[in-house]
């Protein structure tokens, strides 16, 4: 039995503990968080829209980069190109802008500028860059974004989501981009520009290849300002960038390398693919072997960072050489013997890769200041794109690069 003095802090305790509650605010947990969330838009009203080109515009959050002769065109995911004047690597100009909806990728033949408008193809002539008119429109090729049952397209829209746990809602909605960035100057034409490693458009024998996440599809570009879609070619899934050489393509999934005879450019046939762990992947080759980065990041589950350098001598039977321990490869480009390898956040590497056997002793640089996520080995610099900008190198010494340029951008890019 409980005594008086015993019983009365017990009471009071439980009283001030009634009181408390009783008095409590309410607390509300809010949790921030990135989504894609999907967008649906009348692809009749995007086309109703008329593309007129604009003054230059700063560069707000660039994805692709591409050169043709004097030109460097930097892409603005879903937004546009960004013309710019390279005849001085050291002191680029900003001319003007292409406001295109939906546009992830590009391509340029013979003065005519190939980008993707959401599911259509256009082609813009570039004889007169006073005077960018648009001069075809392919309709309903990308058809991986049509709903043929409403005739809308699908898109996303990189989301900031701010959730109390009873709903959602959107905070600074950012159109997504791909980033999905092929390298190749020395194979290029003279007519054709050349793009980087994570390119999903390419140029060979008067053709354009495009890829997406599991086709590619072939558009006949012998009248450069008149492409004419061929077919679509199916690929598998997982499907990311494109790179040609030597009346081949060469395209990266993240589940491995396939390999395409484009001897006949029309109808491409599969040679052999070559597969690896789930892992985001851009490829780059020579004459003996195709070098792949492999990386983490959203959508490469696997926890694997390396370069792997196959052995394409017989491309019907790709076999790996070696690989080596890489902290966040992206992008990647070759110029003769020597590679260099976007580390994403971490900086810049730079290799000479005429023993395969022996890339990790023979390492170059190590930029880290240079945060990078694609590059193109260009005729006058190396091009460089990062979260914080586009950079330009003299490498004529490739065991010394020297900075020339850098744009810097309004909002840099995430690195994934």
């Known amino acids: 039995m409980k005594t008086k ?45 008329l593309i007129t080109t604009e003054p230059a515009q700063p560069l707000d959050n660039p994805g692709k980069i591409y050169i043709y002769g004097d030109y460097l065109f930097v892409n603005e995911p879903t ?36 980008a993707d408008n959401y599911v259509d193809l256009l082609a813009f002539d570039l004889s007169n860059m006073g005077d960018i008119r648009l001069i075809k429109r392919v309709e309903n090729v990308f058809t991986h974004l049509y709903r043929h049952d409403t005739g809308q397209i699908i898109t996303f829209k990189d989301s900031v989501v701010v959730t109390d746990g009873n709903g959602w809602r959107g905070e600074g909605w950012l159109m997504r981009s791909d980033m999905s960035f092929a390298a190749n100057f020395s194979a290029a034409a003279k007519s054709y520009g050349t793009g980087g490693s994570m390119a999903r458009f390419t140029l060979m024998n008067d053709h ?40 081949k393509l060469f395209i990266g999934s993240n589940r491995g390398m396939h390999i395409y005879d484009a001897s006949t450019p029309s109808s491409p046939t599969r040679m052999s693919v070559f597969e690896h762990v789930m892992a985001c992947d851009p490829v780059v080759v020579n004459e003996d072997h195709a070098f792949v980065t492999l990386r983490t990041g959203n959508t490469c589950w696997n926890g694997i960072n390396e370069l792997q350098v196959v052995d394409i001598k017989n491309p019907y039977q ?99």
């Open 79 to 114: 937004k546009g190109i960004h013309i710019l004047d390279n005849t001085k690597p050291s002191n680029p100009i900003n001319l003007r802008f292409i406001p295109i909806e939906g546009n992830v990728d590009l391509a340029v033949n013979n003065n005519i500028l190939y």
């Open 5 to 49: 003095s015993t019983l009365l802090p017990f009471l009071l305790v439980l009283f001030f503990l009634g009181l408390f509650s009783s008095c409590q605010d309410e607390i509300t947990t809010t949790y921030t968080y990135r989504t894609m969330m999907p967008v649906y838009l009348e692809m009749s009203d995007v086309r109703a829209r």
């Open 318 to 416: 790709p076999k790996l050489k070696k690989a080596y321990p890489m902290l966040n490869p992206h992008g990647l480009g070759l110029a003769g013997d020597f590679l260099y390898v976007a580390e994403g956040q971490h900086g810049l590497k730079s290799f000479n890769v005429s023993d395969v056997m022996a890339i990790d002793k023979n390492q170059l640089e190590f930029l880290t200041s240079m945060k990078s996520v694609d590059l193109i080995p260009g005729p006058k610099s190396l091009i460089v794109i990062g979260p914080d900008g586009v950079c330009q190198y003299d490498y004529s010494k490739p065991n010394q690069l020297k900075k020339l340029s850098c744009i810097q951008v309004t909002n840099p890019v995430i690195i994934n």
């Open 208 to 247: 354009l290849y495009a890829v997406d996440e599991s086709t590619m599809r072939v558009f006949d570009v012998t009248k450069a300002e008149d492409p004419k879609f061929v077919k679509p070619v199916d690929l598998g899934w997982g499907i990311e960038t494109i790179f040609p050489f030597q009346n």
